[in-house]
C-alpha cells in the first residue's frame, strides 16, 4: 500500500462506508497532564480489561510502563534533572507525564495483514479489533509502527484501544477522555482538533515554552497522519514514541510486484529450457 498524494484521504470511506459522519479522533496535550491515571483506570473499568501485573518496577513511579494488550492507555512518567538555580550545584527535576494510545492509524498497517478481517476500519475512521474473529496469528504486533497492539498471553488473540466504539455509537465519549479532570484528552472531530491543537502550540509559544510541538498531526508524515496525536513538550523519543514513523507495509505492492516478475521469468525460464530439450 502506498502513501497517498494530495489531499487526505477519507478512510472511513475508502472502507466501503456509505456518508460516513467525519472522522473522530484524541487530541493529547501533554502540557497539562497530571499524571493521575484516571485514564488508565476509566479505560479498564469501561473495557473490562484485565489488570496488567501490579508489578513495582522499581525505577519509575510508572508502574504501567508501556502499551500492550491488558494496557490500552499509559500514562507515561519522565523524570528530567534540571538545574534548580539557587547555585548549590544540585539539580531539580521537570516531570514530563503524557497518556499514550493507539494512534489509529490513516494508512494502518495492522489493518494491511490481519488475514481474518478480525481489524476493521469503522465508520468513525477508528480501527476496532473483532476480538471474536481474532486467530492469534500475530502478524500486526510486528506490523505496527509504535508497537501499540499485542496479543494477551491467555488467550492468544490481539487486543488495543477501539476509541470505545461502543460508546461513539450511542453518542458518548470514550471512556478516557471523559475521565480526564484537565482535559488533557480531548475528544472529537479530529479536523476541529488540529484546530484547536495548532492554536495550542502558538499559545505555548507565546508563553515562552518554545519546545512545545505536534507530534502525528501531519497528514503528509509516513503513516499518514493520527487519528490520535500528541502535544508534546521535549522531542517524540524523550516519550519513547518513534521521531519518523512509516507505515510498514509501504512496500509491499512493489515487493508483491517484483515477486510477480521473478516468477513469471523463472516459469518462462523453464518452460524455455523444456521445449529447447524436446528439439534434441
Known sequence: MGLLSGPETNVAADAGHVDPPPRMGFFTDTSVCIGCKACEVACKEWNAIPEDGLAFTGWSYDNTQELGSDSWRHVAFIEQPVPDGDGDGRDGVRWLMASDVCKHCTHAACLDVCPTGSLFRTEYGTVVVQEDICNGCGYCVPACPYGVIERREEDGRA??????????????????????????????????????????????????????????????????????????????????????????????????????????????????????????
Not at 522531542?235 to 512493489?254: H, I, K, S, W
Open 159 to 280: 487486543w488495543k484501544c477501539t476509541m470505545c466504539y461502543d460508546r461513539l455509537g450511542d453518542g458518548l465519549e470514550p471512556a478516557c477522555a471523559k475521565a480526564c479532570p484537565t482535559d488533557s484528552i480531548q475528544f472529537g472531530p479530529l479536523e476541529e482538533l488540529r484546530t484547536r491543537a495548532a492554536s495550542r502550540v502558538a499559545q505555548l509559544h507565546v508563553a515562552g515554552v518554545s519546545d512545545a510541538r505536534l507530534y502525528g498531526h501531519d497528514p503528509a508524515d509516513g503513516v499518514g497522519g493520527d487519528g490520535a496525536f500528541f502535544l508534546l513538550l521535549d522531542t517524540p523519543e524523550t516519550y519513547g514514541l518513534p521521531p519518523d514513523p512509516v507505515v510498514t507495509t509501504r512496500d509491499l505492492p512493489a515487493m508483491w510486484r517484483y515477486a510477480g516478475i521473478a516468477a513469471l521469468t523463472l516459469f518462462g525460464g523453464i518452460t524455455a529450457v523444456s521445449m529447447f530439450g524436446r528439439r534434441r
